[in-house]
Every structure is written in C-alpha cells, then in structure tokens.
C-alpha cells in the first residue's frame, strides 16, 4: 500500500511499482502512474490506488451434470488491472489518508464478480453434459468455456479487469460415484497386472525348463565324453598290453634264439673237443703201439699215482713183497 507522511503543511506519499496512484484535486487528476511519489494537501485531495499486478483467485463450487450427479470444480483464475484509471473509477480504491488503507474492499468485489461469471459459465456447460463425459473430457471444456466467457465478460471490460489465465485443476464427483467409476478401470489394471504375472510365471518356467534341458545336455554330453574316454582308455590300455606280449615275445625269441646258438656253440665246441680228444687218444694209443708192456705199466702207474690222493707213508709187509715179486716173475716168464 501507500506510505503517507505527515508534516505541517503538506503531507508526502509514496506508491511501490506495481501500484497505480491516482491523485485527484478538485475533480481533476493531478497525478497518475505507478511509482508515484509527490506532495499535496489533504483537505483538497483524493487518492486512489490500483494494484496492476497479476493475481489469482481460487475457485471451489458444485455443479450438477445432465444424469443430476453432483460435480466438484477446483479452478483458478488470474487477472490484473488493464486499465486501473477506469478501475479507478468503477471501483472504490480510495485511500484513507490517515491509514494508507483501502476504505472499503474493492479486490474482494472482483473476486466475487469473477467467481459468479466463472460459476455461471461452468454450469451453462456442465449442465449439458453427462458425468462420462465430463470425466472424459470436462477440465479442458470447462477451461476453454470460462476462459472464453470470461474474456467476453461486458461487465469486466468496464471494469478495467482483464483475465490473464485459467486453470482448471480438479473435477470430481462424489466419493461414492469415484470409486463406482475407478472400479472398471482399477479391475482392467489388476487384469493387466495378473496378465503380466501369468506371463512372467510361465516365463520363469520356461527359462526353468530350458535351463533343465541345458543341464541334462550338459550331462548327456559329460557322459557321451566319459564314455569316449573310457573307451579310449581301453584301448590305451589294449595296445599297451599287446605291445607289451609282442615285446616279451619278441625277448623270449631273442632268448631262444641267444640259448640255441650257445648250445649249438657248446656243442659244436664239445663235438671238436671230442673230436680232439679223439683224435689225441688214438695218436697216444698209436705212440703205445710197440712198446714194452713194462713200460706200459710204469706208464699207467705213473698216471694212476699222478691221480692218487697224496701218501704221507708206505708201509711194506714182507706179504705185499712176496706178491710184488711173484706176479713180476710171472710176467717175465709169459714174455
């Protein structure tokens, strides 16, 4: 508001920017603007002032549909003062000059002439539709209907106000015909809900069921490879073992082989030992042919004591000399 200072002999006021002063003295209008600030005298003058900036008012009002279903509306409205020197004089903005203040209440005038236009166009238009249709489709229509009666307000033209903006926030019925109304659409959503949950379950139990069948091929093949390893151990184990038998085979050939040629050595030097001894014998026995028989006996007893075991002594009886000497007469006379 205004700040109004008082001396002596003239009083000092002050207005903001966004606050249209209007002095007016003695029928005339001395000064006008926002921003104003000037000196003057009370006794000969009349100040008036008119906000120009924007501001809102909210609206909250029942209406009833064509099916006679009872509508809340949650509206804003925002205006300003396009011509505040018209405003001016339409409307009591005057000043009290010991105050500052607004003698009477001029802002709460609009606000109820903007209610009752607003109210009066929403129901012209809400009155016509069904509650289906207003859920549908009533925040726009109800929007454009009060925008466009507002803006064709003849009443509000003079006025100097101008409707900057409407807002339609909320419409709503009943709380009993809500719920009746969300209930199609809360019955589609858990549908949908327990569609998706079907679809998520059998999806999980096909993914449950591929990862089965992944598992039992993992096993088939582990067992495929076990099996191949198995067999292919076998084998291993097969050409080791007829490695092995055809290498002792081949080592007892390799022995028999090595036992035949020794014994075949051995014989074959036993045949020419013999053959040698044989052969020695018949030269020896060739050698005796001829030879005294006296001598041949002390041949054969100096061989057979050479093969005798060693005599330490040799006791001769007077018998073992009669006999000695006996058997060699005997000899002699046979020669």
Known sequence: MAEIRRYPFAWHVRSGTTDHLV??????????????????RPLSAALSEVPI???????????????????????????????????????????????????????????????????????DLLV????????ATGMSAVRDRVAGGLAADERL??????????????????????????????????????????????????????ISE???????????????LVSQRGANERRRATEAAAAGRIETAAKAEQTRVLAEARADTTRLVGAAEAEAEAARMAAYDGVDRAVLFALAARE?????????????TPDAITSALNALSVSQDNR
């Open 23 to 40: 002095h007016v003295r003695r029928g005339r209008t001395v000064h006008a603007g926002p921003g104003q600030a000037f000196w003057f």
């Open 53 to 123: 900036d924007d501001r809102e008012i909210a609206l909250l009002f029942h209406a009833r549909t064509a099916d006679f279903q009872d509508v809340t509306v949650q509206a804003t409205v925002a205006y300003r003062m396009a011509d505040p020197d018209l405003a001016a004089r339409r409307l009591d903005f005057g000043l009290s000059l010991k105050t500052g203040t607004w003698r009477a209440r001029p802002l709460d005038q609009i606000s109820q002439m903007l209610t009752e236009a607003s109210q009066q166009h929403a129901l």
């Open 128 to 135: 016509g539709l069904t509650l289906t249709q207003v859920m």
């Open 157 to 210: 033209r003079q006025t100097g106000v101008e409707v900057v903006d409407v807002r339609v926030v909320a419409l709503r019925p009943e709380a009993d015909v809500e719920r009746a109304l969300q209930t199609p659409a809360r019955e589609q959503v858990q549908q949908e809900a327990d569609r998706a949950t079907y679809e998520r379950r059998a999806l999980a139990v096909e993914r449950e069921r591929t």
């Open 214 to 228: 992944n598992e039992l091929q993992s096993q088939i093949e582990l067992a495929t490879r076990e099996e191949q």
């Open 304 to 316: 057979a004591a050479a093969h005798l075991p060693q005599i330490g002594s040799l006791t001769l």
